[in-house]
């Protein structure tokens, strides 16, 4: 069943998160899901099975494109076409928004995600992502 994630899906998402190595130290994954599901123009889709979390990803609109993270399904998941169809639910969400384009960022090395959007359709695009931290534990 695919459905909206709730405040109270908190703990499971980001556990889902972890197991698939999706957090970073310097990323506070709470804040990440509170803007999300708080946000107008962002949403976390879900997909259980088994009344048990196998697989989310974060979905979000800024105006200009659309935006994917956290794609991930649990590890006694894979191989049954989650992401996928998570995949398609986000571009439906976001077309629905009238989203131009979607867009992601995988880290250069991850060559097994790069291959799965890839066979999705998805083109690794000639650009250079920049960044600053805003955050006070970073200046």
Known sequence: MM?????????ALIALWEACG???PW????????RAVGGASSDILLLEQDQRLAATV???????RGWVYYLGVAPDHRGR??????MEAAEVWLRERDAPKIQ??????NEAAIGFYKA???????????????DPESS
């Open 3 to 11: 459905r909206r994630a709730k405040p109270d899906d908190c703990e």
């Open 104 to 109: 992601l960022m995988v880290r250069d090395d």
């Open 58 to 64: 974060m979905v979000g609109d800024d105006g200009h």
């Open 81 to 86: 076409g989650l992401g996928r169809t998570l």
């Open 22 to 24: 999706l957090t970073r």
């Open 120 to 134: 999705l359709g998805y083109e690794v695009q000639p650009v250079v992502t920049i960044g600053k931290r805003l």
């Open 27 to 34: 990323n506070d994954a709470k804040a990440d899901f509170e």
